[in-house]
């Protein structure tokens, strides 16, 4: 008996999804809550739980294909369904050196490895070790290779020719590599892990896939990344005196399909910018107090807290507060009405290999520094793993960004309806100004940052936006953050 597996609703006002991986294949066993798939939305990317245990019969939609709610995704069953495996079966008879053990359906993917010698050089065997049994059968290839010369030698020297020839074996053993080369960009690389791949300088080709058929998978650019990361670590002291080079990245040349998340976000940034009247307002705020405080209880409040405190709390605080006192920029828009909520949902801009997701910190104007440290970690980490809720990506009122994070002086960023406002925070530096010591002016070195508010003019005036800036500039500078520390 076989059942469907439909995909589910996913949010109150997400109507369809793409299949961005299937976790299993068919003919592979699963068991109820394991994860099957991961699906991509409008609004967050999910993996979907199996239902009901059994074994993966057929595959309904493949990867890459949109569907809407409630389509029938994959059936599963005992197993009589299964005709994928079992076709597979004289193939993998008829060449079982060829199999690969955990996807019996793409043995003929790897079947054209053994002809690639070519790339053999460019990924180490020991790089896929689900290929580690195909170099095995090969070893004892040298000693007839060796053999080969022997009879041209036996004139001269019938007895020494052998071992003569002996050394010329090694000179064949490149060859043998040959099938670990098949996984170096074998199958279709997804945006995502080609983004992610060219956010950290990862050559694809140098990859080894660890997926079906070779293909390569997130975690297989993650494990590159790590080794790449340890390696510039131990010889950092080396070379700490210049930057490393940019690594020229494989999307070079190339045309790539955008991501669904790609489209939604470039169709919501141009709809906000053709019907909002944007502009923004930038002040600069002096947050050496603020440096000196987190400076001071940055220890004490990881051990209490078991977060790590940036100046982002600090911010998303001020912001809070300020939002209060000016609920014009906490508004929303909708139709020809102005809404005050009561709460401020502060949404945080969070950067993934996907693209910007902005989780909602709800009641952020209640909470405290480690009540803001601690939703504003875990809201991030859950993000980038994919672990977010659908519901935590709506009810924002305002938006906080930081673009410091990567280094950027301050920006301009783009308000996201129905919101009317979003707060981009810039990097803090330190440099030289000039403050006023007893009625005196003198020399000093401050830590400052830009404060960069995009606002839609048709409800909030400059003059708002001055006023809502100024009361976070004065909060900051005042730096009496020790009543709001949370414990």
């Known amino acids: 008996m076989s059942e469907s597996v439909n995909l589910p609703a996913l949010g109150e006002s997400v109507t369809e999804g793409t299949v961005t991986r299937w976790l299993k294949n068919v003919g592979d066993r699963v068991e109820v809550d394991e994860p099957l798939l991961e699906v991509s939305t409008d609004k967050v990317d999910t993996e ?22 409630g389509t029938p995704l994959v059936t599963i069953g005992d197993g009589s369904g299964a005709a994928a495996p079992e076709a597979a ?14 996807a019996p359906v793409q043995v003929t993917s790897d079947a054209p490895a053994p002809d690639a010698p070519a790339d053999a050089a460019e990924v180490p065997s020991t790089d896929a070790p689900t290929e580690a049994a195909a170099p095995a059968p090969a070893a004892p290839e040298p000693a007839p290779a060796a053999a080969v010369p022997a009879p041209a030698a036996a004139a001269p020297a019938p007895a020494v020719a052998a071992p003569a020839a002996a050394p010329a074996a090694p000179a064949a053993a490149p060859a043998v590599a040959a099938p670990a080369a098949s996984n170096s960009n074998a199958g279709y690389v997804t945006p ?59 999307l070079r040349g190339t045309t790539v399909k955008m991501s669904r998340l790609r489209k939604v976000v470039a169709e919501r940034a141009v709809i906000s910018m053709q019907t909002s009247a944007q502009l923004t307002s930038v002040v600069e705020v002096d947050v050496t107090k603020v440096a000196a405080f987190r400076g ?34 906490n508004a929303t828009i909708d139709g020809d009405s102005i809404v005050y909520p009561e709460h401020e949902n502060i949404s945080i801009a969070v950067d993934t290999e996907r693209g910007l997701l902005t989780p909602v910190v709800r009641n952020a104007g209640e909470l405290d520094l480690a009540g803001l440290a601690k939703e504003i970690a875990d809201l991030a980490e859950r993000t980038r793993d994919n672990k977010l809720k659908p519901d935590e990506l709506g009810g ?69 936006a001055a006023r809502f800036l100024v009361a976070i500039k004065n909060r900051l500078e005042g730096g009496d953050f020790a009543g709001n520390l949370g414990y």
């Open 296 to 329: 001071k209880v940055k220890d004490t409040f990881l051990e209490k807290t078991g977060t790590k405190l940036s100046f982002l709390p600090f911010f998303a605080m001020a912001a809070a507060e300020a939002l209060k006192a000016f609920p014009i920029i």
């Open 48 to 69: 979907i739980p199996s239902p009901i245990s059994g074994i993966i019969e057929q595959i309904l939609v493949q990867e890459d294909e949109t569907v809407e709610v």
């Open 89 to 102: 079966a004289p193939a993998a008879e008829a060449a079982p050196a060829e199999v690969v053990p955990d």
């Open 192 to 250: 995502l892990v080609r983004k992610l791949a060219h956010d950290n300088g990862i050559d694809l080709t140098t990859v080894s896939g660890s997926g079906v058929g070779g293909r390569i998978r997130k975690e297989d650019v993650l494990a590159a990344v790590e080794v790449k990361a340890s390696a510039s670590t131990s010889s950092a002291s080396a070379v700490s005196a210049a930057p490393a080079p940019l690594a020229v990245s494989p």
């Open 396 to 464: 924002g009122t305002f938006t906080l960004t930081n673009t410091g994070s990567r280094g950027a002086l301050f920006d301009t960023p783009i308000v996201f309806l129905p919101q009317v406002a979003i707060l981009g925070t810039g990097i803090v530096t330190k440099k030289p100004v000039v403050v006023t010591v007893d009625g005196s002016d003198a020399i000093a070195i401050r830590s400052t940052v830009y404060l960069a508010l995009s606002y839609d003019h048709r409800i909030v005036d400059g003059a708002d």
